[in-house]
């Protein structure tokens, strides 16, 4: 390979790592200053270089192939490092700092009660912590360590490990006063129904909860929707009707008596929480340590 052709194929790498990440030529062109044109002809003529396809094409969407999403770890690990050593000899970065994403109800309502046990286990660590609705694809930062919910799309991130994780439907109290024990499951349709409805639909709602359980939708129900699964919750909280709850995000407001299980019926998900290694280059004993944690505290 000439010299030149080298430094081509090196310059088309970073249209593709950004293409990866998002799994969008159309945001990869916003990031980076170019045309959606542009974007898609330099991933293009890395593909016939290397005569595989980083990318499958359809229907105006494009999604990584096992091979774009190995080369695409393998490209933003590289290119973060060499971001971070330019910050180092710059002295404008922090390379101490372990950066940790994760969606927002898991930040909130599960990690943050725990992270004072992280800090006494590790206080030479410097967690910044990124609490984000959106999935991986649309991060707008490197991180070293991402916790999402399995299913949403993860781009090239590195999936590290798995953990299970319970959906039960759950309620305020004062929603079922006159009903002390948990409601049947076929009961849970005479009430209204909150759900977090987002695009794409990569979120275990209703329809996926009736399925489980071994019913068929009923056609009359009353669905309240919302943005976010916070704001679901604290509608739930409030009385304003039934939530889906995860075990995890909603063992703490039980306790707390601000909510209660609604019905009997339980799902069990053994694969529901996904942990990404991310591309940035943070000195991998700090990260191995916050893996390790995450790792015993989701068993």
């Known amino acids: 390979m000439s010299k030149t052709h080298g430094q081509a194929q090196l310059a088309r790498l970073r249209p593709f790592e950004a293409a990866a990440r998002y799994e969008s030529f159309t945001r990869a062109a916003e990031e980076l200053g170019l045309t959606q044109t542009a974007v898609s002809r330099q991933i293009s003529q890395l593909e016939a270089e290397l005569g595989v396809s980083l990318f499958e094409r359809r229907n105006r969407a494009v999604f990584l192939t096992e091979e774009g999403r190995r080369l695409g770890a393998v490209v933003a690990e590289a290119l973060a490092s060499i971001d971070a050593e330019i910050a180092a000899i710059t002295g404008t970065g922090a390379p101490g700092t372990v950066i940790l994403r994760c969606q927002l109800c898991e930040a909130f309502y599960w990690l943050m009660p725990r992270l004072s046990r992280f800090h006494a286990r590790n206080p030479d660590i410097q967690l910044q912590l990124v609490s984000a609705l959106e999935p991986l694809t649309q991060a707008r930062e490197p991180f070293d360590v991402a916790l999402q919910t399995t299913g949403r799309a993860a781009g090239s991130a590195r999936l590290l490990f798995t953990a299970t994780d319970e959906i039960f439907p759950v309620c305020a109290p004062s929603l079922l006063a006159n009903d002390p024990g948990p409601l049947p499951p076929d009961k849970i349709r005479e009430f209204p129904l909150l759900s977090h409805r987002v695009l794409?639909?990569?979120?275990?709602?209703?329809?996926?909860?009736?399925?489980?359980?071994?019913?068929?939708?009923?056609?009359?129900?009353?669905?309240?929707?919302?943005?976010?699964?916070?704001?679901?919750?604290?509608?739930?909280?409030?009385?304003?009707?039934?939530?889906?709850?995860?075990?995890?995000?909603?063992?703490?407001?039980?306790?707390?008596?601000?909510?209660?299980?609604?019905?009997?019926?339980t799902i069990r998900r053994p694969g529901e929480i996904s942990v990404f290694r991310g591309p940035r280059r943070t000195p991998s004993a700090a990260v191995d340590r916050l893996i390790a944690w995450l790792k015993t505290e989701l068993e």
Request: charged content about 25%; hydrophobic content about 45%; some cysteine.
């Open 200 to 265: 794409p639909q990569d979120w275990f709602d209703w329809p996926d909860w009736f399925a489980a359980s071994g019913m068929s939708r009923p056609q009359d129900l009353r669905v309240i929707a919302f943005d976010s699964y916070p704001l679901v919750l604290q509608a739930a909280i409030a009385g304003q009707g039934i939530a889906l709850g995860w075990k995890r995000t909603v063992e703490g407001l039980i306790d707390e008596g601000k909510l209660r299980p609604a019905c009997t019926e």
